[in-house]
T-cell receptor, first 112, second 115 residues
Framework: DAKTTQPTSMDCAEGRAANLPCNHSTISGNEYVYWYRQIHSQGPQYIIHGLKNNETNEMASLIITEDRKSSTLILPHATLRDTAVYYCIVRVAETSGSRLTFGEGTQLTVNP | DGGITQSPKYLFRKEGQNVTLSCEQNLNHDAMYWYRQDPGQGLRLIYYSQIVNDFQKGDIAEGYSVSREKKESFPLTVTSAQKNPTAFYLC??????????????FGPGTRLTVL
């Protein structure tokens, strides 16, 4: 699976958009971009994933550049409960079960 | 209420004792996984199972064992052979969506402390 690079930490004001970047310059054509987050002492929570097109769901939007070498997760109106470590993961979907390789992620702190 | 449950949330055991962590899902997912997380680190895969009565070792299977007798259950046993068992254990399951990308959903975790 392709390696990803994320900033160690970011801050965001409550109510503003949080834009979390991820670089994955070695991504292959069949690799998906996934985003998870983990609030302290809880299990990781799936947020969104995409292959080529931009995606949006009730939690966030995922913007993938045309060359697929980077992406941005957007939380449109951040709340204090969005404070968490956000993980960007690039992986191939395999038929026989595949591991999620979590790097160090980005610690997002939403401030009042 | 659909989801993945892990019990208990906190577990204490004496060194040398085997302990079994429970993981149950009612999402009708075929695949289930066990991960371990140490403080300040990412998740490492212990075992995974794609179908009932079948499972494969992950990256750090030594000192652990699993069973998959039912689709909804995937218990993990931490044996006395595991040298550093104190950790946060996470269970996950996944369906397969129509695009072929399987998304893993996690339980709340069990924090195991070996005294």
């Amino acid at each position: 699976d392709a390696k990803t690079t994320q900033p160690t930490s970011m801050d965001c004001a409550e109510g503003r958009a949080a834009n979390l970047p991820c670089n994955h310059s070695t991504i292959s054509g069949n690799e998906y971009v996934y985003w998870y987050r983990q609030i302290h002492s809880q299990g990781p929570q799936y947020i969104i994933h995409g292959l080529k097109n931009n995606e949006t769901n009730e939690m966030a939007s995922l913007i993938i550049t045309e060359d697929r070498k980077s992406s941005t997760l957007i939380l449109p109106h951040a709340t204090l409960r969005d404070t968490a470590v956000y993980y960007c993961i690039v992986r191939v979907a395999e038929t026989s079960g595949s591991r999620l390789t979590f790097g160090e992620g980005t610690q997002l702190t939403v401030n009042p | 209420d659909g989801g993945i449950t892990q019990s208990p949330k906190y577990l204490f055991r004496k060194e040398g004792q085997n302990v079994t962590l429970s993981c149950e899902q009612n999402l009708n997912h075929d695949a289930m996984y066990w991960y371990r997380q140490d403080p300040g680190q990412g998740l490492r895969l212990i075992y995974y199972s794609q179908i009932v009565n079948d499972f494969q070792k992950g990256d750090i299977a030594e000192g652990y064992s699993v069973s998959r007798e039912k689709k909804e259950s995937f218990p993990l046993t931490v044996t006395s052979a595991q040298k550093n068992p104190t950790a946060f254990y996470l269970c996950a399951s996944s369906p397969r969506d129509s695009q072929g990308a399987d998304t893993q959903y996690f339980g709340p975790g069990t924090r195991l402390t070996v005294l």
